[in-house]
């Protein structure tokens, strides 16, 4: 025996066609078999939204039952929103010539909605490039990349490289940067002490 389903989304039982543009419901249709489970889900998202309110909408699962349709409301409180994003503080490191230097970064979702954002590298001399292009991160969430950086085997002693690590929300056009400096050194460097002439 199954059963057939069908999904909803309305602010009132009655206007179950009305668009809710902060919800948004995946599957909304599907057949279950006696005593088995789908997993759904069920999205909130605040970026369409521009004034703090509390939302509410209800789901509304048709089935061919007798339990007739199944009324599950759904609430919301949400906030202006504040998108925000931190990045790791500043980096300095040290590398041979012809070799790569890692450097591990974090980046954070302090805002209030979910973004998605994008990895840049500038300002740099030596070639470099970055684990991540793009990240999709929700409120209070981190992601850890690396950029690494290639010291050309040209470099002479001290020769330095910078980098600024930009992020930017694709969304709201947030931006934050983590500034890498790289120096260029050699394995051993032997300092003689002078000595007088006789």
Known sequence: MTTTFAISVGSTPVHDSEEIPWLSVSPLTGTLATNTSLAGEVILSAIS???TNLYHANLMVENDTPYGTILLPITMLTGPPAPSVTSSPDHIGFGMPGTLVTYTLIMTNTGNVPDEFSVALQNNTWENVASVTTVFLNPG??????????IPSTARYL???????????????????TLLTTFARFPYLQFLPMLPKK
């Open 49 to 51: 939204l521009t004034q």
């Open 141 to 150: 969430t981190q992601a850890v990349f690396q950029v690494f950086i290639h």
């Open 159 to 177: 020769d330095v490289d910078y980098t600024f690590v930009v992020i930017t929300g694709l969304h709201s056009e947030v931006s934050t940067s």
